[in-house]
């Protein structure tokens, strides 16, 4: 069993293969911050390599070092054995590394081919770029993936799932030896989950070395060869995943023993505070009813393409109902906008946070105080000292980790942006706050922190609701769950109804 204070050094296993792409000894540092000390990592050629660490932990860093566009101030990058170094991102994709982002950037006005070979397209004669073999070599990658995409659509045509698999399919449009894999099962559903899980199958059968980041022991356990856990900057251990449980390597993350998750609440729900009946869209949503009272948090599950982030953003006034009527504390109110929904109490933390959630290049201060202009200003002018001190005050609220409050939101962690959003809209003093996917693409260390705070702000009398597609976190944080299908509320759950399989069922019409 493993104590706290425990580090785990690299067992002899994990390094006893030839590594195809290794770091050693490597250190890279930011003003104020550490982001690495001295840390290893072996990726071996027909492995899956899991990279497991807490938001911060320097993961994003060391893919960032792996691709070129950082440089160690210290250590060596290991190609076959021999110190090599990637100055740009082109030489590290000579050497075979290529990265599959969680958010990549794809072009909407190009074709699929297009974005496949963009930089890198086949050419003829003059130096041309030869379409037909650039169409034809991209419907051989597809075709290799499984993915049934014409190359020649226009990306806008795609839904979210196909544009991930037409990024996959840019990764390998190189001669990749190392696949780089940060958080790809993000946006995919169950069965597109499940077609990812074989094309890792079939890279790792190709003699790939895969390095695969995710924040769910779920997929870890099932598709890594290897494990490596990094916190705070430093490597804690690494080693086969078959030699440890989901609660040494959760304790490896966190320092600490994380055994339970979820807080333990006693509801206590005061008055209504929110009554929405009849609500429908044209297109997403029909005949939503349901009532929320203080103190109380509503969960809202449903599978992809459901329903629920649709009418929660017509509900925050993003998109317009066509029918529905909206009560708060008993009064009806007309939302129009959001800016009508945050004047009645209603405020919106989306699953998007990086686009619709906070502006990544505005430091910490000016984000969380963004909403809350006219309660720090006076006579026409901010008044610096009172929005530093609003801003302080929600985030250590939070436990938000950053080197100052000045520091952009762009270069936080995923799980500390999360954070700047919802102390944005809290400072708003709100009646109501939505969680849409709250802690997606969180790791369980923040996900425990998220969890912990919304028992809080239940149990200080604001009534919560939460969208979310985790089971264990819909049922381990809500007094009751509505459950939608197909843009329409197909259940209602409390008290012992509420169970996984009742939830599953209902959602996927069984």
């Known amino acids: 069993m493993l104590k706290q204070s425990d580090t785990i050094m690299p067992s002899e296993r994990a390094t006893a293969e030839p590594a195809v792409l290794a770091l050693s000894g490597i250190t890279k540092t930011f003003p104020g911050v550490k982001a690495l000390s001295e840390v290893s990592l072996n990726l071996i050629p027909g492995k899956v390599t899991a990279l497991i660490g807490e938001n911060g932990a320097g993961k994003s860093t060391v893919v960032k070092i792996l691709t070129g566009i950082y440089q160690p101030d210290g250590g060596d990058i290991l190609v076959n054995g021999v110190p090599t170094a990637f100055p740009v991102p082109q030489a590290a994709a000579d050497n075979g590394v290529t990265a599959i982002h969680q958010e990549t950037v794809l072009f909407d006005e190009l074709s699929v081919a297009e974005n496949i070979f963009l930089g890198h397209a086949p050419r003829g004669a003059f130096g041309l770029i030869d379409r037909k073999a650039m169409t034809r070599k991209a419907g051989e990658i597809l075709d290799g993936i499984g993915a049934g995409i014409d190359p020649g659509h226009k990306l806008r045509d795609l839904g979210i799932a196909n544009k991930h698999l037409v990024a996959i399919a840019r990764a390998l449009s190189i001669d990749a030896r190392v696949v780089i894999m940060d958080e790809p099962t993000a946006a995919l559903s169950h069965k597109e989950i499940e077609e990812l899980y074989e094309l890792v199958e079939s890279l790792r059968a190709q003699g790939k070395a895969i390095l695969f980041i995710s924040h769910k022991f779920d997929e870890i356990f099932r598709i890594a060869d290897n494990y490596t856990v990094f916190r705070d900057g430093q490597l804690i251990g690494d080693g086969a995943v078959s030699d440890v449980t989901e609660a040494d390597l959760v304790k490896m993350m966190v320092g600490r023993d994380v055994s339970q998750i979820f807080p333990k609440r006693t509801p206590d729900p005061g008055d209504e505070v929110l009554k929405v009946a009849g609500y429908s869209h044209p297109t997403e949503f ?47 109110v007309q939302i129009r906008s959001a800016a ?39 006579k026409g002018f901010l008044k610096l000292a009172e929005e530093f001190r609003l801003a302080r005050e929600y985030t250590e609220r939070l436990d938000l980790r950053a080197a100052s409050l000045d520091t952009h939101v762009g270069n936080l962690s995923g799980g500390n942006q999360q954070k700047v959003v919802i102390a944005k809209w809290l400072a708003t003093r709100p009646k109501v706050i939505i969680l849409d996917e709250p802690t997606k693409g969180v790791d369980i260390g923040s996900k425990a922190a998220v969890h912990e705070f919304t028992a809080e702000l239940a149990a200080q009398g604001l009534a919560v609701i939460m969208v979310s597609s985790e089971i264990p976190e819909v049922l381990g944080m809500s007094d009751r769950v509505i459950v939608m299908r197909e843009g329409r509320m197909v259940a209602e759950l409390a008290g012992d109804d509420l169970q996984p399989e009742t939830l599953v069922r209902h959602a996927a019409g069984i």
């Open 286 to 332: 029909e005949d939503i009813g349901f009532t929320l009272r203080r103190g109380e948090i509503l969960g809202f599950y449903g599978l992809v393409g459901a329903g629920r982030s649709e009418f929660m953003q017509a509900l925050f006034g993003i998109t317009r109902p066509s029918a529905g009527t909206v009560e708060v504390a008993g009064t009806p």
């Open 340 to 378: 009508d929904a945050v004047g009645n109490g209603i405020v919106y933390v989306p699953e998007d946070r990086g686009r619709q959630g906070a502006i990544l290049d505005l430091p910490i201060f000016q984000n969380v105080t963004l909403p809350s202009l006219g309660r720090i200003s006076g």
